[in-house]
């Protein structure tokens, strides 16, 4: 069993920057990668960014490339995104999941383990 909470999301106006956190619990020797996701009221869920256990690779969406960083913290069950620039088509529930293969996946399916959200709102 692993266990997914996020944390960090907020009202932020256009331009500014949040991080987000996501703390994994539970069977964690079992993840492999994480990764982040969004859903904007009315639109599918989509892929935002993903990484390694290990750190050693990450992965973006075009839409987030050159804004966001993913990153492991020291806590290694910790996962960050750093979101910069933030745009109001960034507002979305931002979902953190986890997988048990190495392969770095942009399709939800592949994700094993998801946490609750943690609601981010772009105001202009």
């Known amino acids: 069993q692993v266990q997914l909470v996020e944390s960090g999301g907020e009202s932020v106006q256009a331009g500014g920057s949040l991080r987000l956190s996501c703390v994994a619990s539970?069977?964690?020797?079992?993840?492999?990668?994480m990764g982040w996701f969004r859903q904007a009221p009315g639109k599918e869920r989509e892929f935002v960014a993903a990484?390694?256990?290990?750190?050693?690779?990450?992965y973006y969406a075009d839409s987030v490339k050159g804004r966001f960083i993913i990153s492991r913290g020291n806590a290694k069950n910790t996962v960050y995104v750093q979101m910069n620039s933030l745009k109001a088509e960034d507002t979305a529930v931002y979902y953190c999941?986890?997988?048990?293969?190495?392969?770095?996946?942009?399709?939800?399916?592949?994700?094993?383990?998801w946490g609750q959200g943690t609601q981010v709102t772009v105001s202009s």
């Open positions: 990484i390694t256990w290990s750190g050693s690779t990450t």
């Open positions: 539970g069977r964690t020797f079992s993840i492999r990668a």
């Open positions: 999941a986890g997988r048990n293969r190495d392969r770095l996946s942009s399709q939800f399916n592949d994700y094993e383990y």
